[in-house]
Nanobody, 126 residues
Framework: QVRLVESGGGSVQTGGSLRLSCSPP????????SGWFRQPPGKAREGVAA???????TDYADSVKGRFTISLDNAGGSFLQMNNLKLEDSGMYYC????????????????????WGQGTQVTVSP
């Protein structure tokens, strides 16, 4: 099992920005999905953004479209640029990856991913 490591979380005021990073999964294949998920306090985990390595196709939750950007670097590390942060963006953020070129569902479904990080906390305050 691949172990991922997130970084970049922290505390920020509304309207601020953070950039989250996730270590490369180092699969033997260059085809994989990389996603970011979050779990607000007392709520269920939700998909935020995902990217497919082969063509850099992206998916975003409606709540973050236009504010968050997911990307991959050449090493396969994943990044989530979060701008114009809102109170409701607070939560634990996790990165996840799934090898292969096919997902039996939308890339924002966390149950389709097998490799996860431990999470990084994002706190947005007024």
């Amino acid at each position: 099992q691949v172990r991922l490591v997130e970084s970049g979380g922290g505390s920020v005021q509304t309207g601020g920005s953070l950039r989250l990073s996730c270590s490369p999964p180092r699969y033997s294949t260059n085809q994989y999905y990389s996603g970011w998920f979050r779990q607000p306090p007392g709520k269920a985990r939700e998909g935020v953004a995902a990217i497919y390595s082969a063509n850099r196709a992206t998916d975003y939750a409606d709540s973050v479209k236009g504010r968050f950007t997911i990307s991959l670097d050449n090493a396969g590390g994943s990044f989530l640029q979060m701008n114009n942060l809102k109170l409701e963006d607070s939560g634990m953020y996790y990165c996840a990856t799934q090898p292969g070129g096919y997902l039996p569902g939308t890339p924002l479904q966390g149950n389709l991913y097998t490799d996860w990080g431990q999470g990084t906390q994002v706190t947005v305050s007024p």
